[in-house]
């Protein structure tokens, strides 16, 4: 599983008790009660989350993007506009040109990866 590092503030109060929480044998350290606390509160909203993802017409999970959806889509005279919410990834395959002339919009809430000359040539598409 593929992650994405954050950096988050807490003050000391906060990180005492987590810290606390820790040593008391509840969670293994910081990072496994952090996670913990995420997962909870997007279980916790998780109808409000399926709810936008439908009223977005957002992908959820991965997405990748291949060169053959991408000649595909030229071929068909279409730009494609891509939503997603998880990880988007562009192949390796994928030229800056083909990029340009089929991805109208890209919106990515989660993470996109793609060769650094690829995002270069599609910067002004990401939302």
């Not at 999970?61 to 053959?68: C, E, I, K, P």
Request: hydrophobic content about 45%; overall charge negative; proline content about 2%.
């Amino acid at each position: 599983m593929e992650t994405e590092k954050i950096t988050i503030n807490l003050g000391p109060v906060d990180l005492g008790r987590i810290d606390l929480l820790v040593q008391e044998g509840f969670y293994q350290n910081r990072t496994d009660f952090i996670r913990t606390a995420i997962r909870n509160q997007i279980t916790g909203h998780a109808g409000e989350v399926e709810r936008a993802i439908d009223r977005h017409m957002l992908d959820l999970g991965l997405r990748d993007v291949t060169a053959q959806e991408l000649e595909a889509a030229r071929a068909a005279g279409e730009r494609l506009h891509i939503k997603v919410v998880g990880l988007m990834r562009i192949a390796a395959d994928v030229t800056p040109e083909l990029a340009a002339a089929t991805i109208a919009s890209i919106t990515v809430l989660g993470s996109l990866q793609a060769s650094r000359e690829v995002k270069a040539a599609i910067a002004d598409r990401i939302v």
